[in-house]
């Protein structure tokens, strides 16, 4: 397997696929960057000499930001949110979806599986 950035690439897929494992990798950049590196993107990357290798990750230090970096960055800006208490940052400490998307339904990807809270339905008065 072609090691990229600390990072295992698959190597049975084309090189524009396999670029896109990488954190901050999509399918655009992906492309981007074999184009730059001069790789053809549809070879499989197990096929890829080590100098394409050594150009393609020098391209990715030099203009992108990508794995650790990005993953750091990401980090500190919903830090940032956090410690200056707005409406983001409160979203974020709670849990709860950040984008305006409603609660009272669904958000089960944020908010984690169900809580049932018992009595819910209408206490009989005993008499």
């Known amino acids: ?11 049975d897929r084309p090189t524009h696929v396999s670029l ?5 990798v999509g399918p655009k950049i992906a492309r981007e960057l074999c184009f730059k590196a001069g790789v053809d993107p549809q070879v499989k990357a197990r096929e890829l ?5 050594g150009r393609l990750a020098a391209l990715m230090e030099r203009d992108y930001v990508v794995e650790g970096p990005l993953r750091r960055q990401v980090a500190q800006n919903i830090t940032r949110l956090r410690d200056i208490s707005c409406y983001r940052g409160l979203r974020h400490r709670r849990g709860l979806p950040v984008r305006g998307q409603r609660t009272r339904t669904n958000a089960r990807t944020r908010k984690g599986p169900k809580k049932t809270v018992a009595g819910k339905k209408g206490v009989k008065d005993l008499r």
């Open 49 to 53: 000499a080590d100098d394409e290798l």
């Open 1 to 11: 397997m072609p090691r990229l950035l600390g990072v295992d690439i698959p190597n």
């Open 20 to 24: 896109t494992y990488l954190y901050g």
